[in-house]
């Protein structure tokens, strides 16, 4: 079998406002960023990150906190953090052509405030892609693009060309689940990591807390209406807490047989445990 290379490439898309209001989610942008920078820091092996790519994050990170531009710059001169090239990400069917080349144009000029953009037409996440954009891709100087969403089932590379000819190459990256040792039945207990009932309520995020102090489940209840259920661990925890999306705590939840948690979260909630073990 031939030899293949793969290579990962760091990268985050960041969605200013969604389920929860864009001062909600800057806080975790600070965070994220904080830590990011952290590691530029201090792992010279970590070798780039794509940061999404629109430029307005660095003016909403640095509203915040303005003293770390100097440190954002110089990661951005080294070719370590990858900006741009848009200055939001645009639903292209609902802007003007003249509003996304704007974009574009704008996007190049505040990233020259910290360097230089990156010359790749990242715009992971909208719904649909007009078929002009490889011509104003290429006009603006890039014969790239990256997106995983809108274009179906298309292959992980292809060429697309505009209808005046302009073409560009495409990396798309779709989102699949790929299982291995697919069985029919159910898991038994002791292979479940977490398990939350009712089927209302889902998981949404399993990680390490920001501060490092415990994990974070993050559940959303996808019903509109009230939901009471129960998170059941894999191992005994010391103690449970509500948290805010920041993962500031509110309130210590009971804990049955040091497992099992029980909650009620109102219709459509996101709602954030931390979970620390013994």
């Known amino acids: 079998m031939a030899q293949r290379t793969l290579t990962p490439v760091s990268h985050a898309h960041w969605d200013r406002e969604w389920y929860q209001p864009s001062e909600e989610f800057r806080i975790c942008l600070v965070r994220l960023m904080d830590r990011l920078l952290d590691i530029l820091d201090r ?14 994050v660095l003016e909403d990170y640095l509203a915040i906190r303005p003293e770390r531009e100097p440190d954002v710059a110089a990661h951005v001169r080294s070719g370590r953090l990858l900006i741009g090239p ?20 704008t996007g190049a000029r505040v990233a020259s405030r910290f360097g ?63 299982s291995t040792g697919l069985r029919e039945g159910t898991l038994e207990e002791s292979s479940a990591f977490v398990r939350v009932e009712p089927a209302a309520l889902v998981i949404t995020a399993l990680k390490e807390a920001e501060d490092g102090r415990g994990l974070i489940v993050r559940l959303w209840n996808s019903s509109s209406a009230r939901c009471e259920g129960e998170v059941r661990l894999w191992r005994p925890a010391a103690q449970v807490t509500r948290c805010s999306l920041d993962e500031t705590e509110i309130e210590l939840l009971e804990l049955a047989g040091n497992q099992v948690v029980r909650l009620a979260a109102r219709g459509n909630e996101v709602v954030t445990l931390r979970v620390a073990f013994r």
């Open 86 to 105: 848009w200055y939001i990400l645009p639903d292209e069917f609902l802007v003007s052509p003249e509003s996304n080349i704007r974009n574009l144009l």
């Open 43 to 56: 792992d010279p092996d970590f070798r780039y990150v794509m940061l999404d790519g629109q430029a307005i």
């Open 116 to 178: 230089k953009r990156m010359d790749v037409g990242n715009i992971p996440d909208p719904f649909g892609h007009i078929s002009q954009l490889p011509q104003i891709l290429r006009g603006s100087g890039m014969d790239c693009a990256v997106f995983w969403r809108g274009v179906g089932d298309a292959p992980n590379e292809f060429l697309w060309a505009a209808p005046d000819g302009s073409d560009v190459l495409v990396i798309h990256t779709p989102m699949r689940a790929v």
